[in-house]
């Protein structure tokens, strides 16, 4: 199959220009001035389909670096199967995934590997990718760390909370990331400090605070900055490289551009709820209604600026990309669990349909450049994470993942609108986007076109990641 996409404005991290871009079975063949004849060549009379993109962006493909299919947590499991997620996603304009394997203490790490790729096989909408969880660090991790490099999950995530269930303590942490020092993979953190929010949880709940504002509440932004300062300082000593997960508070933010300014390999992930929910207006809404957003890190609040700055930072590279951490739970039967104590409310939101949109948004508003727009959403996650070159740019050889996107069209987000997530509520209901998703090509297939899917489940295929290319 031959698709020749015409007369659009070909938008890649580095420039925009009008090109007409050849897709050749599942690979980019040409990107070509528009209308332009090869040597005589008759390029549109000699294809199976021509699209024509005229006053669009062509783009590529979306990749979410974070999300959470099925995945058990909270005493439940994420409500997106890899199946209804990856649709969910490609519906959105997002052509890859990365998700995480999921180890607990005392597990072995390859038969947790060997799990997930069995969960997720046939299953998925798009391509995809793992990262692996590491809990307890066991010297048998180490070496599973090393053959999963080979087997192309080159990156590895640790968690300064959720003591129990998750929590690495400090020694631990070291131990990978001396590995991850040698071995040339990414430590991925979720930095915050799990004792003093255990306390300060258990104090909440004793004193009666019991509603989902208290989530926020007690995960206050000095636990993210301590965790965040403590893991850089732990990348310092080992030379590991590390990518900050989910990063809320401006104060973390400072932590990561100084860590930067002097030189270390330290990297920032944002997410949409970052840019645009706060802990004021969603976790503070009234009744359980706040528990739709309760997710770790936390909603802050507006009125202290972390909002403001988050978007700054996107801008001026002091955070470098945006993942949705997509993890998703129905309000009923699920969020419900902590009806009477926030505590029990699985953490998680749900985004993977809506993050090039959210993030295109940016662009109308001012807030970050077109080109931006396309580094973070897919040019940084495939470097970042060893995919370049085969994703995240659009040029001759590069997988066939392609989004059109018009400029001119619109997006009303919400339940009963655009919502192909499988959840019960929106996070983003009633936002509206100042642009729309008119089609999405994976690897050279329409999955995508004209508001109907043409994709099938099974279409995505496991991606074999390098080693990250921000690396020397
Ligand atoms: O609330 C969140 N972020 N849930 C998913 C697990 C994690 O920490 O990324
Ligand atoms: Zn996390
Ligand atoms: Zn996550």
């Known amino acids: 199959m031959k698709t020749l996409i015409k007369n659009g404005t070909v938008v890649n991290a580095t420039g925009r220009g009008l090109a007409d871009v050849l897709i050749d079975g599942e690979k980019i063949a040409a990107v070509l001035a528009p209308g332009s004849n090869l040597l005589g060549f008759d390029v549109a009379g000699n294809v199976d389909r021509v699209i024509d993109a005229g006053g669009k962006y062509v783009i590529p493909g979306g990749i979410d670096a974070h999300t959470h299919m099925e995945m058990p947590f909270g005493g439940t499991e994420a409500s997106d199967t890899f199946e209804t997620g990856t649709r969910a996603a490609a519906w959105g ?18 038969e947790r590997y060997a799990a997930w790729q069995q969960k997720a096989a046939g299953q998925c909408a798009i391509d995809y990718g793992f990262h692996q969880i590491l809990s307890d660090v066991q010297d048998s991790s180490l070496t599973a760390m090393d053959e999963l490099i080979d087997e192309g999950v080159s990156s590895f995530k640790l968690f300064m909370a959720y003591k129990g ?12 990331m001396q590995r991850a020092a040698m ?5 991925m953190m979720h930095a915050e400090n799990g004792s003093v929010i255990d306390l300060l949880v258990q104090q909440a709940v004793a004193a009666g605070n019991t509603s989902p504002l208290y989530h926020g509440l007690t995960r206050p932004w000095q ?7 403590r893991a ?14 989910h990063v809320s508070a401006k104060q973390a933010v400072h932590q990561i551009a100084e860590a930067r300014d002097n030189g270390q390999n330290v990297f920032g992930e944002t997410c949409p709820q970052y840019l645009y929910l706060s802990l004021e207006d969603n976790l503070g809404a009234p009744g359980f209604e706040g528990a739709k957003w309760v997710c770790s890190t936390p909603l802050r609040a507006k009125a202290e600026g972390h909002q403001h700055h988050m978007w ?11 993942s949705t951490d997509h993890c998703p739970f129905c309000m009923k039967g699920q969020k419900d669990m902590g009806l009477t104590d926030f505590s029990k409310i699985p953490n998680g939101i749900g985004s993977v349909e809506h993050r090039m949109d959210l993030l295109y948004q940016g662009v109308v508003d001012g807030k970050i450049s077109l080109e931006r727009w396309v580094e973070v959403c897919s040019t940084t996650p495939a470097r970042m994470f060893g995919m370049y070159g085969q994703k995240g740019v659009i040029q001759p050889g590069a997988d066939g993942d392609v989004v059109i996107y018009d400029p001119n069209g619109h997006t009303s987000i919400g339940l009963d609108k655009t919502h192909h997530m499988n959840m019960d509520y929106s996070a983003w209901e009633g936002y509206e986007i100042d642009g729309h998703v008119d089609t999405v090509i994976s690897r050279g297939k329409v999955v995508v076109d004209d508001n109907a899917y043409l994709g099938a489940k099974g279409d995505g295929r496991f991606i074999k990641r390098g080693l990250s290319q921000y690396l020397i």
């Open 312 to 322: 700054q930072s996107l801008r001026t590279n002091d955070i470098q990309m945006v």
């Open 93 to 110: 304009g997002t052509t890859s995934i990365v998700d995480f394997v999921v180890q607990y203490a005392g597990e072995d790490v390859l």
């Open 165 to 176: 269930v998750f929590l690495s303590d400090d020694g631990q942490i070291v131990k990978a």
């Open 183 to 187: 071995n040339g993979s990414m430590i």
């Open 223 to 229: 636990a993210e900055e301590e965790a965040t300062h």
């Open 232 to 245: 850089i300082m732990l990348a310092n000593l080992t030379g590991a490289p590390l990518y900050i997960v």
